[in-house]
Every structure is written in structure tokens, then in C-alpha cells.
């Protein structure tokens, strides 16, 4: 297919808001991106990175060879041929030597549903290996466990972005919109205008707490002593919908005798937010006839995280909100297709179609469509941190398809030394990001705007991105990488490369599952502009397709009984506190013109003029008892170890808390900090709290002024043993 003369529309490589965007061919080759006004979320509007997304496609920023280490220790470019055959007999050679789980497979949540999808069949099927997850479980595993538990079904969003400006009254805990979803601060604007109020619940005061008719501060890692405060005077103040809970939910007496347990008082103490507010809050949210709560990481990368969303759909539940018009619980998921990529089978517990791997009547399902043995299918794996940590022991092979641990994982330092220690680490990657730079083989890949492939967005709307540019010479898809390996790994059949094939066979696989796609198309979502899931596939031929499911549970919640649970959480700290020799909290997060570990948005020239490094964030208070000016070069230390980067002084902040962002690799890798103290449930790291101290950093040799690298670091400089 080459350039058309008619722009194509398709959706953002970047956020889950999966802005909706037309990309028009420039004279002298590629794309540029013009505004797509047909898609309603966006409507046009784009942050920074969504307007600058076709820099990436350039030449100059990414990868159009294979490279394969040599001899000599340096990574070299090779052929297709060579550097496939170099994978697969390294991953035969390992599995024949340590067992098919010596071989780990490591996913995105930026893969699209074809992709995840075939990585999570080709673990199993073409590897055998239990050992696959992703880097969802760093994102929102602790809304999808709480979501489940509590409903019987996690899709982040159950209702339209929408709903929102209807609704009586939001409060968004640890979400900070302005800098991560720029284009969807029109609906908490028009939710203003219509007399609706919003609640921001951030130990910073964010841009988006700018905004809010209330910011709620407390201390960080305390938001489940704060929904259960909340909880606490609804019950006290008789603001219980008791009709409701009785029709439609069960286990309320267990939850509310645990939430009575959490005097506001007490409360206080441990969040640091002042009574009153507390009932400013209670007063503001069960007022209006609707209301929604919505969280994303604050209260969620935490070692207690989902008790902690848990908590505060206790708080939804009695107050009679899920379910209802305009009402009830939400999660704002984060990656491209972070929605997509926790249904289809990259997750270490997971079956296409959100089904379980340890569930037989699943197996035997999803076998038959794959054609293999119910018996063959491994058991679930291990969870993304757990995995990375057993790199180079239990684990020694890895293949890794869209992520770069190296900067994002928790304890990073420990992790990338874990990398190292592989026997063999081939990536899969459009750019050589820091994690790709370790790889023995590094294979480049197609990128979004060269490919055809669905997501699934924040709002559980399927969507198709399609293919509008050529890709360079020397560049293949991972659908493509997955098949050829297949095929060299004796697998010969149930591969393809063929996004729409692929996608044919995941509705299949999905049909009956939670997340059944069986009713969706390539062809309806391209008329459509998306359809939201469960959409399966009506019974008789010939009847009318299944509208798609924009809002879920008016009628019944997914659990059997098709009510709703609550869970009884109590309080508990964070797995670690300040105390004398690391008396500060470290929080971490983003900023608007940086995605992620920065892989693709460093290599955007207007993107880093924006934001060309890290930085802490600390309060004047704090800065004045330890003596540091704006600029100065500080160290944080925890007890994993050292970043350095510049002072940000801001009385935005708690005096109590420092805040770094964690897209740069190098001495401001926030990561190098942050704990893996993982919540027993969702297996999630704690990267939103842990212990530190700061000080100004003497170590004048330094140079970089915090820039953290720009680029991509240069790989290991000997051959491995
Ligand atoms: N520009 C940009 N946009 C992005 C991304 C990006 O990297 N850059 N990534 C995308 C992805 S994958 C995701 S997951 C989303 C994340 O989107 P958000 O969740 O909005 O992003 P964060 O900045 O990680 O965290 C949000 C807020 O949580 C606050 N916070 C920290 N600790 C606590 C706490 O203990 N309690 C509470 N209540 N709040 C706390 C932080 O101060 C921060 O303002 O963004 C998506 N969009
Ligand atoms: N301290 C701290 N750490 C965090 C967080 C935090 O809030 N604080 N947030 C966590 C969260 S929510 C997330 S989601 C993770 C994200 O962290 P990462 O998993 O590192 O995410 P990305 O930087 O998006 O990495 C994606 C990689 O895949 C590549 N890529 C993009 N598209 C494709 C594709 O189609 N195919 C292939 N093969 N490669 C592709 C990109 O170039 C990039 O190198 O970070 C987590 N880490
Ligand atoms: S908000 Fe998200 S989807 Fe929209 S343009 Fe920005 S990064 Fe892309
Ligand atoms: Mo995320």
C-alpha cells in the first residue's frame, strides 16, 4: 500500500484516551497528523505528543535494521534470517536445556489486541512456558483486581467519558488529567458548567487540582484510611442508600463495621486531611442524585492498592451509585491499549476473552481454538516484577515485546542487573530503547501509523487504528516476528501476520469470555468509530449484530448472583514509612510532554524542549530547612539507592512528600528509588510511596545537570561469559 492522497484516520500511538486523529501524506514522503473532528471523545482536541507522533516515524529516530551482538560485544546489524535464527535457537536451546519455563516472555500494554493476543498464544503454545507478563501489571492491576472482586467484571470504565459532564458530582483520586489526558479535561469543564462539582484527591496540587471546587491533600500511601473515613460519616451522618444495597448488593454489615472502625479522627492522623473536610467531601458527593468516583495510579501503585479501590467502591456501593444513570465507579486506565491488553492472555493468569488460565471449562475453550490439547497449556506464571527478578536464575532467556523495564520497573537498578544476567535477551522495539540497548538481538519493528490493529480504550471502546504510511525497508511487525519464530520453534500453524485474521480468531477465542468481542468487525469498526465491549456475536444467522454494551450493571452486576460485593478492608501502612534515617515520602508520576520511560517521546525534539529532564518537586518549607535553592542538584537516597536531579520548588506539594517524575534513565532514574513491595493481590509494585532522604548532592563531577540522558544507553562493552 503506498501513500494515499486522502488522510487516514486512525487513533494516537500514546495514551488510552486513543484520541481519534487524521494522518495526511506530505509531499517527499510520510505523514502528518490534521485534526479528526469525527471521533467523539477527542473531538479534534490532542495533547502535545499526539500532535508530534509521526516524529518517531522518521528515520532518524528508530531502529530500520536488525542488530545482533557479535563476538566483539557489540551490538552489529544483520539480516531478518539471521537475527530470527539467532532467537529462536537460542530460545529452543534454553528450553531444552532448563525447561520451557527458563523461557520468559515480557509484554506491553501499547500492543494492540492482535498483538498481545498472539504473544500470549505464543507463549504458551509455541514456548510452552508459563512465564509471561506484562507491564499492565504495573498500571492498573490494582483497579482490575478491586473491579472484579467487587462487580465480577474490570472494564477500567463502565460507562461513556460522556457521563461524566452529567453527573452530579466526580471525585478523582490520584489522577491528574491535565498532564496525562490533556483532551479529556473538557468533560470535568462542562461537568463545572452544569453546576456538577469535582474533587481532586492528590498530595500535590496538581493542574488539575487547579480546577476542582475541592483538592484533598493526605499524606501519600493514605487513601484507604481516607475512603474508609469517608465511608465511616456516611453511615454516621444516615446517608446509606439502604434500598439499594439490599436489592443489590451483599456483604455490606462485614464492610461497614470495618469502615465504623475509622473515626474521622483517626483518620485524620494517619491522612493529615481535616475533619471538616472529610465532610466536605461526604456532603458534596452524597448530595446529587448521581455521582462517580474515579481513580488511577495515586491510589493504586501501592502495596495495599486494591483494598484501597476496594475501599473506595465501599464508598460508591452504600451510597447507591454503581449501576445507576450517570453513577458509580471507574478506573482511567492508562496505556494505548492498557483495556485490550489485560483481556487477551499477555497477563500471567489469563486466557483470551478476560478468562482464567486455572479455570477448565476456559482451557478446554480457548484449546479448541488454538487446536492444541487443554493438558498442553501451562498454569499461570509468575507476576511482572516477580518475573524480572528471577532474570538470569530461574528465568534465563527472554523475549520482550513493548516495554523498557530498564527505566520503568520498580527498583530498577536491581532489575537491569537482573537484565544483564540473562543467558539471552532478544527485544522487539521501533526504537533502541535502554532496555533494547542490553539485547543480544534486537529486532525493529512496525509502528502505528504503519500497521492495521484494534485497541481498546479507557471506555472499553474497541477501536481500529489503521495503516497510513509505509514502513521503512528493514522493518517487519511483531505479528510477523511471533509467526517466523513459531514457525522456527516447529510450530508451524496458527500464526499470521495478518492483523485481521488474527483479530477473526480472537473473537473466537473471546466468545462466551467477559471481554467477548465475538459481535465486532474490522469491518463495523471502521463504519462504527468504535463499539464497546461485551459485544458477542447474536445466536441466529441473520439477526441483528449486538449494539456493543457503552454502560454496564444497570440491570445486574457480572457476579453469578448478579449482585454486587463488598469487601471489608481495614488500614494498613505502607510497606514502608519514614523514620529517622529516611524521614521524607517519595511519590512519583509524569508530566505532559514526556510518555512513560521515554523511549519514543525523548526522541521528539519539541517534546524534550518541553520537559529535557527530571527534577524534585519539594515544598519551600522543606527547601529552606535543608538549605536548597531552585536548581541545586540534589541527591534522594532510599534504601535501594541514589537519583540526582535538580530542585523544583513548588508549595504545590505536601512538606512532607518529594515528587519525581520516572521518564529518564540514568543518575534522575526515579526507579533506581522506588520499592517492590508488591499488594498481595494484584501483585502491583508500591511505586507511588516509599521512604526517602534528600540532600544536596556534592558529587560535582555529576556534569549532566540532571539531563538524565536523552538517548539510549550504549550496550555492554564485553560479550557475556
Ligand atoms: N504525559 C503523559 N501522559 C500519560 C502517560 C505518561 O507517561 N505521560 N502515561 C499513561 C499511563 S500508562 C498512565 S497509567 C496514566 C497515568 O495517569 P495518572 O494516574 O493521572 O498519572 P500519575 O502522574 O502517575 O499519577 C497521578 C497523580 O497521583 C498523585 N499521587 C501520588 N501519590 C498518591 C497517593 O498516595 N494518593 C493519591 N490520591 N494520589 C497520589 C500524583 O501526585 C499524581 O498527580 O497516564 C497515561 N498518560
Ligand atoms: N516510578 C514509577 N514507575 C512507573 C510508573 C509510575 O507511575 N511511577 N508507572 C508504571 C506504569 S503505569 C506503566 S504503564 C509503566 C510503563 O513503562 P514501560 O513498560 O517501560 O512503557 P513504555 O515506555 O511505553 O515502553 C514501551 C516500549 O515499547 C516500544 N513500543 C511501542 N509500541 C510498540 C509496538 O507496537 N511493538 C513493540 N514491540 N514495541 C513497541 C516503545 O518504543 C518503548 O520502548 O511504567 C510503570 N513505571
Ligand atoms: S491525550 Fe493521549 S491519546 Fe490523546 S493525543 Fe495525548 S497522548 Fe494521544
Ligand atoms: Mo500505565
Redesign the pocket.
Known amino acids: 500500500m503506498q501513500n494515499t492522497a486522502a488522510p487516514t484516520p486512525t487513533h494516537c500511538p500514546y495514551c488510552a484516551l486513543q484520541c481519534g486523529m487524521n494522518l495526511a501524506p506530505v509531499e517527499g514522503g510520510g505523514v502528518e497528523v490534521r485534526e479528526r473532528t469525527d471521533f467523539p471523545v477527542n473531538r479534534g482536541a490532542l495533547c502535545g505528543k499526539g500532535r508530534t507522533a509521526p516524529a518517531v516515524l522518521d528515520r532518524g529516530a528508530r531502529l530500520t535494521e536488525p542488530l545482533v551482538r557479535g563476538a566483539d560485544g557489540e551490538l552489529a546489524p544483520a539480516s531478518w534470517e539471521d537475527a530470527l535464527d539467532r532467537v529462536a535457537s537460542a530460545l529452543a536451546g534454553t528450553r531444552a536445556e532448563h525447561g520451557a519455563d527458563a523461557v520468559g516472555v515480557f509484554g506491553?500494554?501499547?500492543?494492540t489486541n492482535e498483538?498481545a493476543y498472539t504473544l500470549g498464544k505464543f507463549a504458551r503454545v509455541a514456548l510452552g512456558t508459563s512465564q509471561i507478563d506484562y507491564?499492565g501489571r504495573?498500571?492498573m492491576s490494582s483497579a482490575a483486581a478491586a473491579g472484579t472482586r467487587a462487580f465480577g467484571l474490570d472494564r477500567g470504565l463502565p460507562f461513556p467519558l460522556e457521563d461524566v459532564p452529567r453527573t452530579g458530582c466526580v471525585i478523582l483520586v490520584g489522577s491528574n488529567p491535565a498532564e496525562t489526558m490533556p483532551p479529556s479535561l473538557r468533560y470535568f469543564t462542562e461537568l463545572r458548567e452544569r453546576g456538577g462539582t469535582l474533587i481532586v484527591v492528590d498530595p500535590r496540587r496538581t493542574r488539575t487540582a487547579e480546577q476542582a471546587d475541592l483538592h484533598i491533600a493526605p499524606r501519600p500511601g493514605t487513601d484507604l484510611a481516607l475512603a474508609l473515613g469517608l465511608l465511616h460519616l456516611v453511615v454516621a451522618e444516615g446517608r446509606v442508600d439502604e434500598e439499594y444495597v439490599a436489592a443489590r448488593t451483599t456483604g455490606w454489615e462485614e464492610a461497614r463495621a470495618a469502615a465504623m472502625a475509622h473515626w474521622p479522627e483517626y483518620v485524620e492522623r494517619i491522612t493529615g486531611v481535616p475533619v471538616p473536610q472529610l465532610r466536605e467531601v461526604v456532603r458534596m458527593f452524597c448530595e446529587p442524585e448521581a455521582a462517580m468516583v474515579l481513580t488511577a495510579?495515586g491510589p493504586e501503585?501501592q502495596s495495599k492498592g486494591t483494598d484501597t479501590v476496594g475501599a473506595w467502591i465501599n464508598l460508591c456501593l452504600a451510597t447507591g451509585r454503581p449501576g445507576r444513570p450517570y453513577s458509580g465507579y471507574g478506573c482511567l486506565t492508562?496505556?494505548g491499549n492498557g483495556q485490550g491488553g489485560r483481556e487477551h492472555g499477555q497477563k500471567a493468569d489469563q486466557l483470551p476473552g478476560y478468562r482464567k488460565l486455572d479455570d477448565p471449562e476456559a482451557r478446554r475453550h480457548v484449546a479448541g481454538v488454538w487446536g492444541v490439547d487443554p493438558d498442553s497449556l501451562p498454569g499461570p506464571g509468575r507476576s511482572a516484577y516477580e518475573l524480572l527478578d528471577a532474570l538470569g536464575t530461574d528465568v534465563r532467556a527472554l523475549l520482550l515485546?513493548?516495554?523498557?523495564?530498564v527505566?520503568?520497573a520498580p527498583r530498577a537498578a536491581h532489575v537491569e542487573e537482573r537484565i544483564r544476567s540473562l543467558d539471552f535477551l532478544a527485544v522487539?522495539?521501533?526504537?533502541l530503547?535502554e532496555t533494547a540497548a542490553l539485547a543480544d538481538v534486537v529486532l525493529p519493528?512496525t509502528?502505528w501509523a504503519e500497521e492495521t490493529g484494534t485497541t481498546t480504550s479507557l471506555e472499553g471502546r474497541v477501536l481500529l487504528r489503521r495503516r497510513a504510511v509505509t514502513p521503512p525497508d528493514g522493518v517487519r511487525g511483531?505479528l510477523y516476528v511471533m509467526r517466523e519464530l513459531a514457525a522456527r520453534l516447529g510450530v508451524e500453524k496458527g500464526f499470521s501476520d495478518d492483523p485481521e485474521e488474527v483479530f477473526e480468531e480472537l473473537r473466537r477465542a473471546s466468545a462466551g469470555g467477559l471481554a467477548d468481542y465475538s459481535g465486532i468487525t474490522y469491518r463495523r469498526l471502521a463504519a462504527e468509530n468504535g463499539v464497546f465491549w461485551p459485544a458477542p456475536e447474536p445466536r441466529e444467522a441473520g439477526a441483528a449484530p449486538h449494539p456493543g454494551t457503552p454502560r454496564l450493571f444497570l440491570d445486574r452486576f457480572a457476579h453469578p448472583d448478579g449482585r454486587a460485593r463488598f469487601v471489608p478492608v481495614a488500614h494498613r501502612a505502607s510497606a514502608e514509612e519514614p523514620d529517622e534515617e529516611y524521614p521524607l515520602l517519595l511519590t512519583?508520576?509524569?508530566v505532559v510532554s514526556q510518555?512513560?520511560?521515554?523511549?519514543?517521546t525523548r526522541r521528539v525534539a519539541e517534546l524534550n524542549a518541553a520537559a529535557p529532564g527530571p527534577f524534585v518537586e519539594l515544598h519551600p518549607r522543606l527547601a529552606e530547612r535543608l538549605g536548597v535553592a531552585e536548581g541545586d542538584r540534589l541527591a534522594v537516597v532510599s534504601r535501594r539507592g541514589r537519583a540526582v536531579a535538580p530542585a523544583r520548588i513548588t508549595g504545590a506539594i505536601r512538606p512532607d512528600t518529594v515528587f519525581m517524575p520516572?521518564h529518564w534513565y540514568g543518575e534522575g532514574r526515579?526507579?533506581t528509588l522506588?520499592n517492590p513491595a508488591l499488594d498481595p493481590v494484584s501483585r502491583m509494585p508500591e511505586?507511588k510511596t516509599c521512604a526517602v532522604r534528600v540532600e544536596r548532592s556534592s558529587d560535582a563531577a555529576g556534569g549532566a545537570g540532571g539531563a538524565g540522558g536523552a538517548g539510549a544507553v550504549s550496550g555492554r562493552t564485553s560479550p557475556r561469559p
Open positions: 506491553g500494554g501499547g500492543l498483538k507491564n504495573f498500571c495510579r501503585q492508562g496505556q515485546m513493548g516495554s523498557n523495564p527505566v520503568s522487539a522495539d521501533v526504537v530503547s519493528v509502528q511483531d512519583t508520576g509524569r510518555y512513560q520511560s521515554g523511549a519514543q520516572f526515579v526507579n522506588t511505586f
